[in-house]
């Protein structure tokens, strides 16, 4: 199976950055030196992928637009009029992706030091199976993610279940969905068929538990580092981590020097 497609759900108002995503589209925030969404293209294009469909919103929709028409890639733009959540914005790709398999890109999760795509791609061209990134987390931080249950085969996890942002207590694991996926055309009816849940909203994951309940989904756990781009801390650390990245060790060890001056 060759993957050519892929998903970028980019609809998302950014209200843990208010102040800046009243003025600019969240995935145009500068990650150093380019605009986040360019770092996601960038992986997606190294993954082998080919064609993009970005998923936004009427309001952001020029402001995207205007950016990416000068990327290495064609892009497609489709609307997403109301956040129902994410498994109605990749609802809204469904004609896009026509009888394809496809990656899925969260832009607001990166993951550094592990190529999660290429890997997932290779995976689902070789086992034919619907599959998605998987990062160990604390208890404490799993009520902030979907969560997987299943056999951990040395980094190769069969999925049998999965639970979006589970209370306090009910983790199934410590297995968190990470934004990368590459989904066979079985997600459609799944998906067609899921009603509002968590947050009251239309959820992904809900439509990827009838997937794991038939045997039909894997994870690929990685050790790669995860930053969220979504929140001002962890976006200023996913700066200075990428900026080691771009300028070097030297550039590090003087913002070190930097900040050990001023304690
Ligand atoms: C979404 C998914 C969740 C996943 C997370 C990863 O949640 O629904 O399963 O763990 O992305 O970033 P969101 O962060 O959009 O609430």
Redesign the pocket.
Known sequence: MHIRKAVIPAA?RGTRLERITLVNAKELIPLVDRPAIDWIVKEATSAGIEELCIITSANKLAALYAHTEDLPIHVTYLIQSKPK??GHAVQVARDWCDDDAFALL?P??LVMGDPILTRLVQHVGSTGKSTLALTEVPQEKAH????AAGMNDGGVVHISD?V??PPSGREPSNL????RYVLTPEIWPFLEKVQPG??GEI???DALRGLAHQGNLSGLVTQGMRH?L?SAESWLKANIAYGAEVYGKDWLDDFHALINSNS
């Not at 968190?176 to 934004?179: L, M, P």
């Open positions: 998302g959540g994410l969260l607001d999760d902030l993610y979907g969560v999965l979006e942002k968190s969905v990470t934004g968590a947050g959820q992904l994951t969220d979504g």
